[in-house]
T-cell receptor, first 113, second 113 residues
Framework: DQQVKQNSPSLSVQEGRISILNCDYT??????FLWYKKYPAEGPTFLIS?????DKNEDGRFTVFLNKSAKHLSLHIVPSQPGDSAVYFC????????????FGAGTRLTVKP | DAGITQSPRHKVTETGTPVTLRCHQT?????MYWYRQDPGHGLRLIHY???????DKGEVSDGYSVSRSKTEDFLLTLESATSSQTSVYFC????????????FGPGTRLTVL
């Protein structure tokens, strides 16, 4: 039972354009969401997070939007750069056990020069 | 970068043999986690620890045990490895636990033949 879903396994964009990565969740108890970025042969690294009391959080080129009614969040990268090419994981926590963070399957982003 | 190392980085073993993976941190963080990453599933929590000798199960704990006798070390043991446990294993640490940022190690690729 995958409670966090990233339905696009891959995404390709041109350098300088916007990248939009999507994530859906099914557990209404989730109240904190995070995005991680992963390069090959490395561990994931934290990118940005958002609490359910907000609907937007921005950090430089990265913005996360949360739509609680739709149980949907998205990560916007503007402008996209070739160094952003990586796998992006959406994660969510909350409910009975805050330590049991659930991850999506990931979206591979390729930014073409 | 957070001081997290995992050993070994790669291991090939046979079905039925015991395997122990080690995670070592130099950050003195209270929380430590073991995840496995498989295609189509993202990262799934196996076990986590919230202090020395304090551990709890995650989403996919069957077939795994853990131990934490020192703050800096968190061991993951497969008592009798099976081919379904072929995966990439990541250790993570967090100072505050809960829905906060986790810092991941470089991963261990385990192949069970």
């Amino acid at each position: 039972d995958q409670q966090v879903k990233q339905n696009s396994p891959s995404l390709s964009v041109q350098e300088g354009r916007i990248s939009i990565l999507n994530c859906d969740y099914t557990n209404s108890m989730f109240d904190y969401f995070l995005w991680y970025k992963k390069y090959p042969a490395e561990g994931p690294t934290f990118l940005i997070s958002i609490s359910s009391i907000k609907d937007k959080n921005e950090d430089g080129r990265f913005t996360v939007f949360l739509n609680k009614s739709a149980k949907h969040l998205s990560l916007h990268i503007v402008p996209s750069q070739p160094g952003d090419s990586a796998v992006y994981f959406c994660a969510a926590s909350g409910g009975d056990n805050n330590n049991d963070m659930r991850f999506g399957a990931g979206t591979r982003l390729t930014v073409k020069p | 970068d957070a001081g997290i190392t995992q050993s070994p980085r790669h291991k090939v073993t046979e079905t039925g043999t015991p395997v122990t993976l080690r995670c070592h941190q130099t950050e003195n963080h209270r929380y430590m986690y073991w995840y496995r990453q498989d295609p189509g599933h993202g990262l799934r929590l196996i076990h986590y620890s919230y202090g020395v000798k304090d551990t709890d199960k995650g989403e996919v704990s069957d077939g795994y045990s853990v131990s934490r006798s020192k703050t800096e070390d968190f061991l993951l043991t497969l008592e009798s490895a099976t081919s379904s446990q072929t995966s990439v294993y990541f250790c993570a640490i967090s100072g505050a636990g809960g829905p906060n940022e986790q810092f991941f190690g470089p991963g261990t690729r385990l192949t069970v033949l």
